[in-house]
Nanobody, 130 residues
Framework: QVQLVESGGGLVQPGESLRLSCAAS????????IAWFRQAPGKEREGVSC????????FYAESVKGRFTASRDDAKNTVYLQLSNLKPEDTAVYYC???????????????????????WGQGTQVTVTS
């Protein structure tokens, strides 16, 4: 059974950090680009970041560039999103997703194609508040 499971969310204060994990089962994550999205209450889901297959690049939305870092550990079949210098506006449910087809994401195209991503995790809540 193909599955993505996010974890690592929590309640933090502004300026603090979290590391989100996206663990895959049922397939080898190493061949595919993986994206991170988030959805805040009352807002549309937005693309945050994507990371290409091993050795490839990562892309970040302007709102998180310089604060979030995507990485992957293919031996653990897991992708990570390090969230640093968190702000209240980062509060959202964070999801990882993939289409299990494309291996690279060098720009916004991958994040703009949510409809093509047919494998999603259940999400993990990140709340940033003082």
């Amino acid at each position: 059974q193909v599955q993505l499971v996010e974890s690592g969310g929590g309640l933090v204060q502004p300026g603090e950090s979290l590391r989100l994990s996206c663990a895959a089962s049922g397939f080898n994550l190493e061949y595919y680009a993986i994206a991170w999205f988030r959805q805040a209450p009352g807002k549309e889901r937005e693309g945050v970041s994507c990371i290409s297959r091993s050795g490839g690049s990562a892309f970040y939305a302007e709102s998180v560039k310089g604060r979030f870092t995507a990485s992957r550990d293919d031996a653990k079949n897991t992708v990570y999103l390090q969230l640093s210098n968190l702000k209240p506006e980062d509060t959202a449910v964070y999801y990882c997703a993939t289409d299990r087809y494309r291996g690279y994401c060098s720009g916004p195209t991958y994040l703009d194609s949510q409809h093509r991503l047919n494998y999603w995790g259940q999400g993990t809540q990140v709340t940033v508040t003082s």
